[in-house]
Each structure stands twice: as C-alpha cells, then as structure tokens.
Nanobody, 126 residues
Framework: QVQLVESGGGLVQAGGSLRLSCAASGLTFSNFAMGWFRQAPGKEREFVAAISGGSESTAYADSVKGRFTASRNNAKNTVYLQMNSLKAEDTAVYYC???????????????????WGKGTLVTVSS
C-alpha cells in the first residue's frame, strides 16, 4: 500500500523559510516523478514544483521560481520542498504527489497523478 506523508508545515513570518518533506513508502520511489501542489482557501489546486525520478529535471510555477527548490533523496524515499522568501500568498495546504510519467506531473493540473499525500498546512503571516 502506497503512502505519501508530508511534514514540515507551520506558521512563519513573511520573508521566512520552511522546508517541507514528503516520505514515501510502498513504491519504487526512484521510478516516480514527484510533484508539489498547493491549495489555498477558496482557490483551486495549483502546481508548485516537480522533480524527476533521478533528479535530472525540475520544474517550477512562475510564482515560486527563484524562491522554492525541489530536491529528493532516493535512498531515504523522500522528496523536499525548500521554500524561501515566503509571502502571504504562499499560504496553502501543500500536497506531494507521485506519478510514473514526468509529463503528467508537469501538466500542472494534478489530474491523473498516481498517488497523493494528505497535505501539510503552511501559513505565512504578513
């Protein structure tokens, strides 16, 4: 049974940093591209970042480019999202998701992703 468990969310002041983690189990982790998505209250889910199975490729939403960095440690079955220079508009529940296809992850909608975590809340106070 596949599980994705996010952690690292919390309350931070604008301009601060957080690092989210997503621990995966029950799958051959390196075979999966991983994505980070977020959903703010009253808004649709949106793509944040993606990283390929062997970390060869990354992709970012324009809104986080230069501030967020995705990375992964396949030996630990964990993907990370380092978030710097946080803004109030980054407040959302952040989800990690896994898919065998890079194209599915970077399509951006999140539809068709193989597996999802339950999310971790990030609140940025201004």
């Amino acid at each position: 049974q596949v599980q994705l468990v996010e952690s690292g969310g919390g309350l931070v002041q604008a301009g601060g940093s957080l690092r989210l983690s997503c621990a995966a189990s029950g799958l051959t982790f390196s075979n999966f591209a991983m994505g980070w998505f977020r959903q703010a209250p009253g808004k649709e889910r949106e793509f944040v970042a993606a990283i390929s199975g062997g970390s060869e490729s990354t992709a970012y939403a324009d809104s986080v480019k230069g501030r967020f960095t995705a990375s992964r440690n396949n030996a630990k079955n964990t993907v990370y999202l380092q978030m710097n220079s946080l803004k109030a508009e980054d407040t959302a529940v952040y989800y990690c998701a896994a898919d065998r296809l890079w194209s599915t992850v970077v399509a951006g909608s999140g539809y068709g992703m193989d597996y999802w975590g339950k999310g971790t809340l990030v609140t940025v106070s201004s």
